[in-house]
Nanobody, 116 residues
Framework: QVQLVESGGGLVQPGGSLRLSCTASGFTFSTYAMSWYRQTPGKERELVAT????????IYSPSVKNRVTISRDNKKNTLYLQMNSLKPEDTAVYLC?????????WGQGTQVTVSS
């Protein structure tokens, strides 16, 4: 059974930091590209960052570039998103996605709220 479980969300003040994790099981994590998306009510799901399966190649949305770092530990089957200098507009549900050549899986998401 495929599972992607996000954690690490919460309430943080503007300018603060959070580290999100996404723990995977039920598929060969190291062969999938992994991404973080975020979604707010009434808006389309937005790609935040992507990391390739083994090369470590990364892509970031312009809205978060230089503030977030995506990384993965293929031995621990875990994806990370380090977020710094958080802004109120970063408030969203953050979801991880595993993308393979023939299939894709989503987690349920973790809420990040940036507010004073």
């Amino acid at each position: 059974q495929v599972q992607l479980v996000e954690s690490g969300g919460g309430l943080v003040q503007p300018g603060g930091s959070l580290r999100l994790s996404c723990t995977a099981s039920g598929f060969t994590f190291s062969t999938y590209a992994m991404s973080w998306y975020r979604q707010t009510p009434g808006k389309e799901r937005e790609l935040v960052a992507t990391i390739a399966n083994t090369s470590g190649f990364t892509i970031y949305s312009p809205s978060v570039k230089n503030r977030v770092t995506i990384s993965r530990d293929n031995k621990k089957n875990t994806l990370y998103l380090q977020m710094n200098s958080l802004k109120p507009e970063d408030t969203a549900v953050y979801l991880c996605k595993a993308q393979g050549p023939r299939d894709a899986y989503w987690g349920q998401g973790t809420q990040v709220t940036v507010s004073s």
